[in-house]
């Protein structure tokens, strides 16, 4: 069985450019769910997916930042316009019922320079 | 979502039992007890489950006392691939349901 797969791995981009990160979550599963680690910080949940649907999107920092799953299937992370604070680590995670516990992504490594 | 508090840091040696124990004093009836771990440039993997007494896979031993405001991640014979960051949480078992709230962790040093 394939994993979470995250792209790119790595992005620098300038402030106030955009950049989007993908996620294909293991096929089959329902629960598609946002991370990210800022420089020192703790991991941070950024929203959760059921299929289609946003369930939560309560850690979502403001309105720069723009998920979508179209089709419940991957999803998309976009960054419009990138600011110097939201450089950290990005990981996206997957589960569904039958399933203990959550399935982690490598996670995409995002630099706002 | 019941806080976690686990040690910072903690340094073994190859071959050695490594306890590691988390607090967890809030945690609800219906919370589940969850330990995972995190190499660098990878994201957290699961390890362990329980809700009550011991649970044990081929990775780890996982002992929760009777009030469950604790619990203590057990690897036996450490080796030094096992150097990474170890998490507590607490919350849903089958993770359908909503978000992980991660701690600072534990950061496991394995040496030779």
């Known amino acids: 069985e394939a994993g979470v797969t995250q792209f790119p791995s790595h992005s620098v981009i300038e402030k106030g450019q955009t950049v989007t990160l993908r996620c294909d979550p293991i096929s089959g599963h329902d629960n598609l769910y946002w991370y990210r680690r800022v420089m020192g910080k703790e991991i941070k949940f950024l929203l959760h997916?059921?299929?289609?649907?946003?369930?939560?999107e309560s850690g979502m920092p403001n309105n720069r930042f723009l998920a979508e799953r179209t089709g419940g299937t991957y999803s998309t992370l976009k960054v419009q316009p990138a600011e110097l604070e939201d450089s950290g680590v990005y990981f996206c995670?997957?589960?569904?019922?039958?399933?203990?516990?959550?399935?982690f992504g490598s996670g995409t490594r995002l630099t706002v320079v | 979502l019941a806080k976690t508090t686990q040690p910072i840091s903690m340094d073994s040696y190859e071959g050695q039992e490594v306890n590691i124990t988390c607090s967890h004093n809030?945690?609800?009836?219906?919370?589940?007890i969850t330990w995972y771990q995190q190499f660098p440039s990878q994201g957290p993997r699961f390890i362990i489950q329980?809700?009550?007494t011991k649970v044990t896979n081929e990775v780890a031993s996982l002992f929760i006392p009777a009030d469950r405001k604790s619990s203590t991640l057990s690897l036996p014979r450490v080796s030094l691939s096992d150097t990474a960051v170890y998490y507590c949480?607490?919350?849903?078992?089958?993770?359908?349901?909503?978000?992980?709230?991660f701690g600072q962790g534990t950061t496991l040093q394995v040496k030779p």
């Open positions: 809030n945690i609800a009836t219906n919370d589940y």
């Open positions: 995670a997957s589960s569904n019922r039958d399933y203990y516990g959550y399935t």
């Open positions: 949480l607490v919350g849903d078992a089958l993770g359908n349901t909503g978000k992980l709230i």
């Open positions: 997916f059921v299929k289609e649907s946003k369930q939560d």
């Open positions: 329980g809700y009550k």
